[in-house]
């Protein structure tokens, strides 16, 4: 028996025979993760899934709806995540919503609204982004709300940046000059400002990418490149350009996103130089792709042989699913 398998029978007799709830919500979050590392065994977690979902206790209900989000196919989840929505614990109902916010389906779009008047704000939060991935703005005032709560104030931005509702720009402006705001925060709040037609940000961002040793400066250099900030396609290069530099991946992908034919060169050198990093490598491929020049995309197609490490070349088959 393989030992994953063992792991999984060990952790179900755990569950059946443990009476500690610390010890038997470990050994759920264990069923999740053995699943989420065997996605090819999906058959196997299938009487787990059901299982874990009739348990009586919370904990482990809550990592069934994760292990369900793995083993499940796309098709099938909103039928098992809605009626979790009504659960009486409030992490089970988290789960559920983030998982179905995650799936950005335009027909889970009222179920989402109705998570809105959920009494956690958590909850509301998970129904807030999930409903603007889908550009409807009816969670527009929670994302508003979260921007004042360290734990989600980063995912809030990200969310009101996909929505691109000016009518967030007043409270994104507030932030950003906030003092002693997080770096990483006030980089995206930047990107945010771009994003809803305000300038301010594009200063910060190109500021940032100078700051050798910040956290947030790989964040700032994609940023710009994706949002298309004024002397970025240069900037980009430099930094592209130096083998040393820790955000030379970041470059790339940021290249791929400002979507300018005048960085294929640039991008094609790192992606033959076997001498750079796989990392690297991988970031120029997906620099490329999302440039979509012809030459760029035959060219990482026929580059994937050379790629050592089977995880890249199974990455690079991923890329080749997304639409260039």
Do not use: N, Y
């Amino acid at each position: 028996m393989a030992d994953w398998r063992a792991e999984r029978d060990r952790a179900l007799l755990t569950l059946e025979r443990e009476k500690r709830p610390a010890s038997r919500a470990e050994a759920a979050d264990l069923l999740f993760q053995l699943a989420s590392e065997e996605p090819t065994h999906a058959d196997a977690f299938a009487d787990v899934l059901v299982r874990l979902l009739a348990d009586a206790q919370p904990e482990v209900r809550r990592s069934g709806v994760s292990l369900a989000s793995v083993i499940l196919p796309p098709e099938q989840l909103p039928d098992m995540l809605l009626p979790r929505l009504r659960d009486e614990d409030t992490r089970v109902r988290l789960e559920a919503t983030g998982r179905l916010a995650d799936l950005a389906l335009p027909h889970a779009r009222g179920a989402l609204a109705g998570m809105l008047e959920d009494p956690t704000p958590e909850v509301r939060f998970e129904a807030a982004r999930g409903i603007a991935s889908l550009k409807h703005p009816a969670g527009l005032d929670v994302l508003v709300a979260a921007l004042d709560v360290d734990t989600l104030r980063f995912r809030a931005l990200g969310a009101l940046a996909e929505l691109e509702d000016a009518r967030a720009l007043p409270a994104v402006k507030r932030l950003f000059g906030k003092w002693l705001l997080p770096a990483f925060d006030k980089t995206q709040a930047a990107g945010v400002l771009l994003k809803l037609g305000d300038p301010e940000g594009a200063d910060w961002l190109m500021q940032r990418t100078r700051k050798k040793w910040s956290a947030d400066r790989a964040l700032a250099v994609e940023l710009c490149g994706e949002l298309k900030v004024p002397g970025a396609l240069e900037r980009l290069k430099d930094i592209l350009a130096d083998a040393k530099d820790p955000c030379r991946g970041a470059a790339a992908r940021g290249l791929g996103r400002l979507g300018d034919a005048r960085a294929l060169p640039w991008l094609l050198a790192v992606l033959e130089d076997r001498s750079a990093t796989e990392d690297d490598r991988l970031d120029a491929a997906d620099g490329l792709w999302r440039l979509g020049v012809a030459e760029g995309l035959e060219r990482v197609r026929a580059a994937v042989p050379t790629f050592a490490s089977e995880e890249a070349r199974t990455e690079l088959e991923e890329l080749f699913r997304e639409s260039p």
